[in-house]
């Protein structure tokens, strides 16, 4: 339970600091409020807690909570964990999970699915949810595990978002990548369709149309990885055998061979952002030690074979993301003692941007500008949590934003946290926007994309214009929104309808809208944790 008074007076300090160029934010700041409207520790938290058979099991730590916004940021999901273990076992690991829907104001919550799973015996794991681009429909897995984590069946569940089952999919088990990021499902990224392997198969289900395409892989027990759809929808890629790495034509139903050889693969960025490039890598050795080159392809629709532009010689060099131009690649370089981002042309020429004596990351924003963050290892803001030095970079600007520990990108706005603050500031203007969070210690964030409400760990606020409404503290809110949680009946085998002997008992109330001046950022992609595991 939330039970933590949340402090009304905002805590100010120093957001942007500026190098090379001398830039600097509005002299007035824009400031909004938040106020919490719902607390999931006591609906979602509750009903979890209470799926955990205590005769058998122990509870090993506080529910995590990972919100999942449609795209239109009409309705949320919720994947929430529990960690178990047998009584008197603390060594043995095991989870109790579960998957919500919920409006975004955290009301109306009906629990989708459950399951439960301890290592010493297997059981079921479900994996976070993914909406379509549309927010039409949702998908999640469940994993049957045996002991010791051995995977024995993958089920893929496709639902509208009035929460109706309108397909289920077994796939392929040997081609099931992370848990977290699915190797044999995806999401066209256009329409309302989905790429799903089944032992054999790529199988093409269009949900609007109501009809699937099937396309046979020859050669018996072929391993598929890295599958991906072209941003225009109408190819897919794939590694086959980790040899040969291979273009499905959708329309045309014809499998094109891009290129073969001992050790292919492929980064997460595949296509280029007009679907007429990919990238990939042939790795290389010699008869001497730790002798390993990594020669870097670029397949062009318009010429007759891929062309090699650089070779890494480390396994940490690796292509990060493609330009909007689709002419330009962002990578990163590594030593024993250094990391550096560079600009790599499909050319082979290559510009250096930043370059740390520490870790360093980055990302291509859609308006061209590049953020890159490096460790901060030795953050002074309290509870000292994993924090990093933001950096944005252009032709013609760097600024460089300290202790961020998350932060996300939408059009030439860039939201970050620090501190006690969400703040978003737009890089064409250096106009900054704060939004304070009345908490401080968090792991979790993240905003809707209407901007309206904000999801901080277990808390739902509500977001509004500075002085048309107070905060409100815990106490005075937990009894308004800890309605009961509905359950969809759901086996191995089926999902039916939404079980009405337990209703959810909606917050009606009228909430204010969200106020123009931040309405003006435009649809906000769900928060992005940057900060390393621990």
């Known amino acids: 339970m939330f039970n933590k008074q949340i402090p009304l007076t905002l805590m100010f300090i120093a957001l942007v600091c500026i190098s090379f160029q001398p830039v600097s934010a509005s002299d007035s700041l824009n400031q909004t409020n938040v106020s919490v409207v719902s607390d999931l520790n006591q609906t979602v938290g509750k009903n979890i807690i209470g799926l955990v058979d205590t005769n058998r099991l122990e509870i090993g730590n506080k529910p995590v909570f990972d919100i999942i916004w449609s795209p239109d940021g009409s309705h949320m999901l919720i994947n929430v964990v529990v960690n178990v273990y047998p009584k008197g076992k603390p060594d043995l690991y095991g989870c109790v999970g579960a998957l919500y829907a919920a409006n975004t104001d955290g009301s109306g919550i009906k629990r989708i699915a459950w399951a439960e799973f301890i290592s010493s015996r297997g059981g079921i794991t479900i994996n976070p949810p993914l909406w379509s681009q549309s927010g039409d429909y949702f998908a999640y897995v469940e994993w049957v595990k045996g002991r010791m984590y051995k995977i024995k069946s993958v089920n893929l569940y496709v639902m509208s978002k009035d929460l109706n089952l309108i397909q289920k999919v077994e796939l392929d088990p040997k081609v099931t990548g992370l848990e977290s990021d699915l190797a044999n499902f995806k999401w066209s990224p256009i329409e309302n369709k989905f790429a799903a392997l089944v032992p054999g198969e790529i199988v093409i289900y269009d949900l609007d149309e109501k009809n699937e395409l099937n396309f046979s892989i020859s050669g018996d027990d072929a391993e598929i990885t890295d599958m991906e759809w072209s941003p225009d929808g109408k190819k897919i890629v794939f590694l086959k055998n980790g040899q040969d790495i291979i273009a499905l034509d959708i329309e045309n139903g014809e499998f094109n061979q891009i290129y073969s050889a001992k050790y292919v693969g492929m980064y997460g960025e595949k296509w280029s952002t007009d679907s007429k490039r990919l ?47 689709s002419e330009k690649i962002l990578v990163k370089k590594c030593s024993d003692d250094s990391c550096a981002l560079y600009s790599l042309s499909i050319t082979g020429k290559m510009k ?85 969070l009345p908490s401080k210690n968090f792991d979790r964030l993240s905003l809707d994309p209407s901007g309206r409400f904000v999801a901080v760990d277990n808390i ?42 337990e209703d959810a008992t909606a917050n009606t109330s009228e909430l204010p809208g969200f106020p123009a001046i931040i309405a003006l950022m435009g649809v906000l992609i769900v928060f992005v944790c940057i900060h390393m595991e621990k």
């Open 352 to 436: 250096k941007l930043i370059k740390k004596d520490k870790i360093i990351d980055g990302m291509v924003a859609p308006n061209g500008y590049i953020s890159a963050t490096s460790l901060n290892p030795n953050s002074t803001t309290p509870p000292y949590i994993r924090t990093y030095d933001l950096f944005l970079l252009n032709e013609s600007d760097r600024l460089t934003i300290e202790n961020v520990p998350y932060y996300t990108w939408e059009g030439a706005d860039v939201l970050f946290a620090t501190d006690y603050k969400l703040s978003v500031l737009n890089t064409s203007t250096h106009d900054t926007w704060d939004i304070p």
């Open 460 to 501: 739902i606020f509500e977001i509004h214009e500075q002085g048309t409404h107070t905060q409100i503290s815990a106490k005075n809110y937990t009894n308004s929104t800890a309605s009961e949680t509905a359950i969809i009946k759901k086996d191995m085998d089926e999902h039916s309808k939404i079980d009405t002997t």
């Open 279 to 325: 990238i990939f890598y042939e790795i290389k050795t010699s008869e001497k030690v730790d002798d390993v080159s990594y020669d870097i392809y670029v397949a062009d629709e318009d010429l007759e074979k891929p062309v090699k532009i650089t070779t890494f010689t480390s396994g940490s060099s690796r292509v990060i993301q493609w330009y909007p131009d």
